[in-house]
Structures are given as C-alpha cells and as structure tokens.
C-alpha cells in the first residue's frame, strides 16, 4: 500500500479528495475482513452466494474488483467446460489448448486448472500440468498448419494412432468426420 499511495496521491482526480482519506488507507487493516466461499470445485447453484464478504464497508469495497474477477474468471471456466463435458458425453475426451488465447500471463494456466475442473481430460498446458498435475495432451502450432498451401502438401496421409496403429489414410477419416459435422449443423441448426 505504501508504494501505491503517492501514485494514487499524484493523480489528477485525487485533488478533489480530502487529505484525511490517503490517512485512512494507510490505517487500514484486512485482519478486520472475513471471508466466506464455497470450496473451490464445488458445485453451486443458481442464487447460492459463492463468497460473502464481512468487514469495515471502505475493506470490502476495496477488495471488491480483485474477488470479482477471481471468482468471475473461474466460474465462467469452469461452467462452460462443465457443459462441454455434459453435451460430449464422459466416453468423449476433451482437452484444452487454449495457452495461446488466454488473457493475461497467468490466463493460460488458470483457464487450463479450471477447465480440468469443468471435466476436461488434459491440456497441452506443461506448465498447467506441472502446477496441477493435469494430463497433458499434444497439440501443434497454427504456423505449421498454415505453413501449406492445401491438401496436396500432405506426402503421407498415414498416422500412427496412439495404440501403436497406423490410420492408413488420416486425411480421408478427417473429411468424412467433417462432412457429418456440416450434415449435423444442417439437421440441428443453431445447435453448433
């Protein structure tokens, strides 16, 4: 706090505020706050409060924004990757690879934890799964993808499964998959 005050102080929207309120903030102690949350993980239903916050109004409202957006974060995470899960079914496996479209340094690892907890099966995350012990999958850049031109760049459209099998021709197997998604989107549009 005490490196934030002349900041604040210096700020042209605190010369309207009273002297003895930067006074207060040097004064204030969060031993005073208590708080009351549902254990991470759990399941929570509508209208069932995930956090109550007690303590002197200026502490709560203080800390207010950063719990926000914890628990915001979280949630959103872990509910949309709860209803993957229940749309795919448990035989499905789902997995993560979101890294490189997180918001913020930590995005990434934390939308990988709370994915995982939503139900997904791993993530191509190492850090994530060094942290959390989640099983991590592998995935392969975009550049490389973008890196050919079409179809014909494929010289071998064979894949070694991870039983140890050969999928003779991958490329044959992904266009029949993608023809009973676009079928699929066409029965049930909206649904996608």
């Not at 071998?156 to 989107?185: Q, S, W, Y």
Request: hydrophobic fraction near 40%; proline fraction near 6%; include cysteine.
């Amino acid at each position: 706090m005490e490196t934030d005050l002349p900041y604040f102080s210096s700020e042209p929207l605190s010369t309207s505020m009273d002297v003895n309120f930067f006074k207060l903030l040097r004064q204030l102690d969060c031993t005073q706050i208590k708080i009351f949350a549902q254990l991470e993980g759990s399941i929570v239903f509508p209208r069932v409060p995930l956090m109550r916050v007690e303590g002197p109004l200026v502490m709560v409202q203080l800390v207010e924004t950063t719990l926000l957006t914890l628990v915001n974060y979280a949630s959103l995470v872990a509910t949309n990757a709860a209803r993957h899960r229940l749309v795919a079914g448990d035989s499905a496996t789902l997995l993560e690879f979101g890294l490189r479209r997180a918001q913020g340094p930590d995005g990434g690892v934390s939308a990988s934890r709370y994915a995982y907890m939503g139900g997904f099966n791993g993530t191509s995350n190492l850090e994530a799964g060094r942290q959390f012990a989640i099983p991590c999958k592998g995935t392969l850049a975009h550049s490389y993808v973008q890196s050919h031109q079409g179809f014909q760049d494929i010289g071998d459209p064979r894949l070694r499964l991870p039983d140890g099998n050969m999928c003779p021709d991958f490329l044959a197997l992904i266009k029949v998959h993608f023809e009973l998604v676009l079928t699929d989107a066409t029965l049930h549009p909206g649904h996608g």
